[in-house]
C-alpha cells in the first residue's frame, strides 16, 4: 500500500456534487487557462459536454450537477497503454499528454474507462485531448483554474490524503445528505479527482453504467505482457528443438529432403547446391 | 490471361477509389473521412486491416512451420505464395495503420520512446521485425532472377532455420497480443467476447485462419492463372485446420462456461447473435465441410470452405475490435469512405502480389506473361473493330483507364461536407423572435437565451454615461450614471451593439449576415454587386487590375463604400467579408461587455454561462421545442443543451 500512501501527497481534486449550482465558471476558466478554442457541436461528440476543446463539463442530473474532468487515476490505463509513453504521469501527481512523442494510436481513447480522452477529429493533425490538471499551474504553486474559480467552493484542491479526509468527514457530519462513497477513493485503483454524492445518486453513469472493479485497469494485462518473454523463448525453443529432431530422424531414415524439390528452386531444404 | 486481366483491372478501379479518398483523410483529417467518434475511436481500420490483416497473413508462419520445422516437404509447393502473401499482408497491415495512425509520421516513435507496458508497444516492435523476417525470407525469390546477389542470397538461405524459428517465435507474440490489446477494456468489449485467455484464443484461431488462407489464396490464383488446384495438398492442410479450430471453439465455449457466461450464449439479443454467427462461420460449418469426402476431391468445395473460415475469423477480430463493444452512446457504422481506403489497400497489395507471382519462381512453373507472346495476335474491340494493339499494351491502356476514371469518381462522390471537413451539416440560423424580450435562439435547439431589448439599451446607456465620467464605479457612481443615462444619444447606446444594417432596411437582425450557426459565412454579395441591375460596379472599382481578383485582393471592406449604413461611433467594426459565426459573435459580443462589467461593478455573477442560459431559456422550451430536440438527436447531432429529463 505504500504506492497509496505515496499517491495521498500528490495533488487531488474533491468535487461535492451537493454544493455544485451549476454555473460553469469551472469549465470558462478552464477553457481560459488552456486556450482551447471556441467549441461547436460535432457529429463526433458525447453528450457529456467533453471534447478535444471541453475538458471539463457540467453534465446536468436531476439529482445534482456532476462535473466531468480527468480522474487522474492513481493507476491510469490510458498511461500503461500508450506505446510511445506520450501520455505519463508525472511526479507531481497529474497525469499529461506528450504531443511530440503521441502517434495517433487513439489507444489510451479505447483503454481509459471513464472515456476521457477526446480527439482532434477535425483537424489535419490531430492530437488527444483532455485534463492535465493544470500540471503547469500546479509547478508554479498555484491550484488549477476550475477550483479557483469555483465561487461556492463546491469543487476544492489539495492533497489526496487531505481531501479523502474532508470528504469523510463531511459524510459523517451530514450522513444524511451524503451518499457514503467518495467516489474515486477505491474505484480501479483510485482516481486523484474524487466525488461526493448526494444521497441516493449514483455515480456509474461515469464508467457508462458499468459498475468497476477495485483493481488497477493496467492489471488486467500484465499477466499476459509478463509471459511475453517466455512465449518468445518458448515458441523458439521449442521450434528448435523440433526442428532438430525431425532433422535427425530424416537423416537416420535416409530421407533426404532435397530430393521432394523442384530443380528449378536449388536453395529449398535449407542447403544451397553450388 | 483473360481472368487476370480483368481481376486486374477491377483491382485497379478500387485502387483509384481508394487513392481518392485516401487523398482526402490526409489533407482533410480523420473526421472528414471516417464515421468514427470519441465513443468509438477505433473503427474499421483497426477492426479490419489491422486486426484482421496480421490474422490473415498468418499463413506465413503456419506453412513455414509445417515444413522447414516439421519437415513436411510435400507441402513444399505453398511455401512461397504462403510468405509471400504474408509479407505483403504485414505490407497492407502498415499501410492501412498510416491511414488510421492520427500521426501516422510519427510511427517511427515506437523505436526510440519505449514503454514496454503497453501491449500495442509489443505488437508494434513484433511486426517491425516480423515484417523485416519476411523480408528476409523472401529476398532470396526475387534475387533468383540475377546474378548480382549471389552471396547475400547463399547468406540467407543459410539464415533460413533461424529466421523461420523466430518467424514462428515473433507471430506467437504479435498474433496473440492483439487480444492482449483488449484485455484492458473489460468495461467496453461486450461479455461474450472479453475474456481474460483472450490472447490465446487469438493465437489458436490465428493458427487456423493462417491453414485457411493459404488454401484460400492457392485456389483464388489457380482459378485465375487456370492452373490445376493443389487439391489433394491442400486437403490435409484443411484437414488439420479443422482440429485447430475446433479446440478454439471449445477452449472458447468451455472459457465462457467458466466465467458464468454459459447462459449468455443463449440470450437472445443482438450480441448473441453475432456470437453465434461467428462461431458457425469461423468454427462449425468449416469444421464439418472439411471433413466431408468432398473436401478431398472438389476444389470449389475446398475453396468455398475455407472462404467461410477466413470470413469467419475476420469477423471475430472485427468484433473483438470495436464492433462488439459497449454502448457509449454513439452507434458506429463505418463510413463508405472507410471501406473504400481498406478495399483500395488490399487491391493494391493484391496487384503487388499478382506482379511478383508473374515476375518471379513464385511457383515451380511461372504463369506466361502476355507480353512475352510476340506472336499473340493483336486484339481488336468488339463494336468498332478498332484495333486495340497487342494484349499487354490493351492491358495497361484498361487498367490506366479504369485507375483514372476510378479516382475522380472517387473525388466526385466524396461530398462538400467532407471537403470542408465540417464533419457536421451547415445550421442555418433562425431570426431572434418575440417583441421586446427576444428569444434568442439561432440553431432553435431550446438553448437560447431570453434578450431583453429596452432594458440592455437602458444598461447600455448606463455603461456610456459611467464611462464618459471617467469616476471609480463605486455605487455612488453607478446610481449618477443612471440619471445621466437618460442624456445619452440614442445613436450611441445603438452603435455599441448593432454595427451595420443591410440598405434600406433599418433593422436588419444579425441572422442575416451570420447566417450558420457555427461556421462563417458569406456576407458579401458579389453578383448583385457586379450586375448591372444591382450596383453596376465594374471588377476595377473594387479589384486592382493585374491582381488576382478574390477577397483577399480586395483592400477595403463594407464600410468603405456603405458610410451612411454605419451608425456614428459604432464600436463594431466589419473587417471582411466573412461575417463570424452566429454563436461566436452573439456569444463574443455579449461575453465580452458581460465580463468587463462583472469587473467594473464587482458583479463575478455577471459573466457567468448560467446569467443568460439560466431558468428562462428552459421555461420557453415548450412541448414543440422539445420534439424538436428529440429529433435532432436521433440524428445523432449533439446539442449543448441542459438534460430535461432523464433517459
Redesign the interface.
Known amino acids: 500500500m505504500s504506492v497509496k500512501a505515496d499517491a495521498n501527497n500528490t495533488p487531488a481534486i474533491l468535487t461535492d456534487i451537493t454544493r455544485c ?5 469551472c ?2 476558466a478552464c477553457k481560459n487557462v488552456n486556450n482551447t478554442e ?1 467549441d ?12 478535444s476543446r471541453n475538458w471539463t463539463s457540467i ?4 439529482q445534482g450537477y456532476v462535473r466531468k474532468q480527468c480522474r487522474h487515476c492513481l493507476e491510469p ?1 490510458c498511461v ?7 501520455l505519463h504521469t508525472t511526479k507531481e501527481g497529474p497525469v499529461v499528454y506528450d504531443s511530440d ?7 489510451c ?3 481509459c ?1 471513464y ?1 476521457i480522452p ?10 488527444v485531448r483532455k485534463c492535465i490538471l493544470c500540471a503547469d499551474r500546479l509547478k508554479e504553486g498555484k491550484e488549477p483554474a476550475c477550483t479557483s474559480a469555483c ?1 461556492v467552493d463546491a469543487t476544492i484542491f489539495g492533497t489526496r490524503g487531505e481531501l479523502l479526509a474532508e470528504a469523510h468527514r463531511r459524510i459523517e457530519e451530514n450522513p444524511d445528505t451524503y451518499d457514503s462513497r467518495v467516489w474515486g477513493e477505491q474505484q480501479l485503483g483510485g482516481t486523484r479527482v474524487l466525488y461526493l454524492a448526494p444521497k441516493g445518486m449514483d455515480l456509474h453513469f461515469l ?2 453504467g ?1 459498475k ?2 477495485d483493481e488497477p ?2 492489471a ?2 500484465r ?3 509478463h509471459a ?1 518473454p517466455f ?3 518458448g ?2 525453443g521449442a ?2 528443438g ?2 532438430w529432431i ?2 535427425r530422424r ?1 537423416k537416420l531414415q535416409g530421407d533426404n ?1 532435397q530430393h ?3 530443380p ?2 536449388p ?6 547446391k553450388s | 490471361m483473360d481472368r487476370v486481366r480483368k481481376l486486374k483491372a477491377v483491382l485497379w478501379a478500387i485502387v483509384g477509389l481508394g487513392l481518392a479518398v485516401g487523398l482526402t483523410r ?7 473521412t471516417t464515421n ?4 468509438v ?2 473503427g474499421f481500420w483497426i477492426g479490419f486491416d489491422v486486426m484482421s490483416g496480421v490474422a490473415l497473413a498468418a499463413g506465413g508462419f503456419t506453412v513455414t ?1 509445417i515444413v ?4 513436411l ?2 507441402f ?2 505453398i ?1 512461397r505464395p504462403a510468405v509471400l502473401t504474408a509479407f505483403l499482408g504485414y505490407v497492407a497491415v502498415v499501410l492501412g495503420l498510416l491511414f488510421d ?4 509520421w ?2 517511427w ?2 523505436i526510440i ?10 505488437v ?1 516492435w513484433c511486426v517491425m521485425l516480423y515484417l523485416t523476417v519476411l523480408f528476409l525470407e523472401f529476398s ?1 525469390v526475387p534475387l ?1 532472377s540475377t546474378s548480382a546477389f549471389a552471396k547475400v ?2 547468406f540467407l ?2 539464415m ?2 533461424p529466421l ?3 518467424g ?3 507471430s ?2 504479435h498474433q ?2 492483439l487480444g ?2 483488449f ?6 468489449v461486450n461479455p461474450l467476447w472479453y475474456s ?1 485467455i483472450l ?1 490465446i484464443l487469438f493465437f489458436i484461431s490465428a493458427v487456423g485462419l493462417g491453414l485457411m488462407m493459404a488454401t484460400f489464396e492457392s485456389h483464388f490464383t489457380a482459378y485465375f492463372y487456370r492452373r490445376k488446384p493443389e487439391t489433394d495438398i491442400l486437403a490435409k492442410l484443411t484437414s488439420w485446420s479443422r482440429w485447430v479450430l475446433l479446440t478454439w471453439v471449445v477452449v472458447r465455449i468451455v472459457d465462457l462456461a467458466a466465467r458464468g457466461l454459459g447462459a449468455e450464449m443463449f440470450s437472445l439479443d443482438g450480441a448473441m447473435l453475432w456470437f453465434w454467427v461467428e462461431l458457425l462461420l469461423a468454427g462449425i460449418i468449416p469444421i464439418i465441410m472439411f471433413s466431408l469426402p468432398a473436401n478431398k476431391v472438389s476444389h470449389q468445395w475446398q475453396w468455398t470452405a475455407a472462404g467461410i473460415g477466413v470470413f469467419g475469423v475476420v469477423l471475430n477480430r472485427i468484433n473483438v475490435g470495436g464492433f462488439m463493444h ?5 452507434a458506429y457504422f463505418p463510413a463508405w469512405t472507410e471501406f473504400a481506403v481498406s478495399a483500395g489497400v488490399v487491391a493494391f497489395i493484391a496487384l503487388v502480389f499478382l506482379f511478383f507471382i508473374e515476375k518471379f ?1 513464385i511457383w ?1 512453373e511461372r504463369p506466361r506473361d502476355p507480353g512475352e507472346k510476340p506472336e499473340a495476335l493483336p486484339e481488336f474491340d468488339k463494336a468498332s473493330g478498332a484495333t486495340l494493339g497487342a494484349p499487354n499494351v490493351f492491358g495497361r491502356y484498361a487498367y490506366s483507364m479504369v485507375f483514372v476514371l476510378a479516382t475522380a469518381v472517387g473525388f466526385a462522390l466524396l461530398s462538400n461536407k467532407v471537403i470542408r ?4 451539416d451547415p445550421a442555418p440560423v433562425a431570426e431572434a423572435r418575440g417583441g421586446d424580450t427576444l428569444w434568442v435562439d439561432g440553431n432553435t435547439d431550446g438553448y437560447g437565451v431570453f434578450f431583453k431589448h429596452e432594458q440592455h439599451a437602458k444598461w447600455v446607456a448606463q455603461t456610456l454615461a459611467l464611462a464618459e465620467m471617467d469616476v471609480p464605479p463605486d455605487s455612488l457612481a453607478l446610481a449618477e450614471a443612471m440619471e445621466r443615462a437618460g442624456t445619452v444619444s440614442e445613436e450611441a447606446v445603438c452603435a455599441a451593439c448593432h454595427h451595420m444594417n443591410l440598405p434600406a432596411d433599418e433593422t436588419s437582425g444579425c441572422y442575416q449576415c451570420h447566417a450558420d ?2 461556421s462563417t459565412t458569406d456576407a458579401f454579395r458579389h453578383d448583385w454587386h457586379a450586375s448591372p441591375a444591382g450596383a453596376a460596379l465594374a471588377c476595377a472599382e473594387c479589384h486592382t487590375p493585374g491582381e488576382v481578383k478574390n477577397a483577399e485582393s480586395v483592400e477595403h471592406n463594407c464600410e468603405h463604400c456603405h458610410k451612411d449604413l454605419v451608425p456614428a461611433q459604432a464600436t463594431l467594426a466589419v473587417e471582411n467579408y466573412g461575417a463570424p ?1 452566429y ?2 459573435a452573439m ?1 463574443d459580443m455579449c461575453i465580452g461587455c458581460h465580463m468587463e462589467q462583472a469587473e467594473v461593478r464587482n458583479r ?1 455573477g455577471l ?4 446569467t443568460c442560459h439560466g431558468t428562462m431559456a428552459q421555461e420557453f422550451v415548450d412541448a414543440d421545442l422539445k420534439s424538436y430536440e428529440r429529433e435532432l438527436r436521433g440524428k ?5 443543451m ?2 430535461l429529463e ?1 433517459n
Not at chain 1, 101 to 107: A, I, M, N, S, T
Request: with cysteine; hydrophobic share 40%.
Open positions: 449550482i451549476g454555473c460553469r465558471e469549465v470558462s471556441p461547436k457541436p460535432r457529429r463526433w461528440q458525447l453528450e457529456d459536454g467533453l471534447s453534465i446536468e442530473k436531476e490505463a500503461s497503454v500508450c506505446p510511445v509513453g506520450a512523442k503521441c502517434l495517433g494510436c487513439r489507444y481513447m479505447m483503454a474507462a472515456g477526446r480527439y482532434d477529429w477535425d483537424q489535419v493533425v490531430p492530437y465561487p464508467t457508462y458499468q468497476v472493479q485497469l493496467p488486467t494485462t499477466t499476459a505482457m511475453v512465449a518468445f523463448v515458441m523458439g521450434m528448435a523440433i526442428h525431425v532433422k530424416q529432403p521432394t524439390e523442384p528449378q528452386t536453395e529449398d531444404g535449407g542447403e544451397e | 490526409f489533407a482533410f483529417g480523420l473526421g472528414a468514427l467518434t470519441d465513443a475511436p477505433w512451420a522447414y520445422i516439421f519437415g516437404h510435400k513444399h509447393s511455401v495512425l492520427g500521426l501516422p510519427n510511427i516513435h515506437m520512446f519505449w514503454n514496454p507496458h503497453s501491449p500495442l508497444f509489443e508494434g532470396p533468383e542470397r547463399r538461405v543459410k533460413r532455420i523461420v524459428i523466430t514462428i517465435a515473433l506467437t507474440l496473440s497480443s492482449t490489446l484485455m484492458i477494456m473489460p468495461y467496453r481474460s490472447p459497449l454502448d457509449r452512446g454513439q519462381n515451380e471537413s465540417e464533419g457536421v450557426m457555427y459565426a454563436a461566436a456569444h463575478a459573466a457567468q454561462c448560467a445523432g447531432v449533439i446539442l449543448p441542459p438534460q432523464e
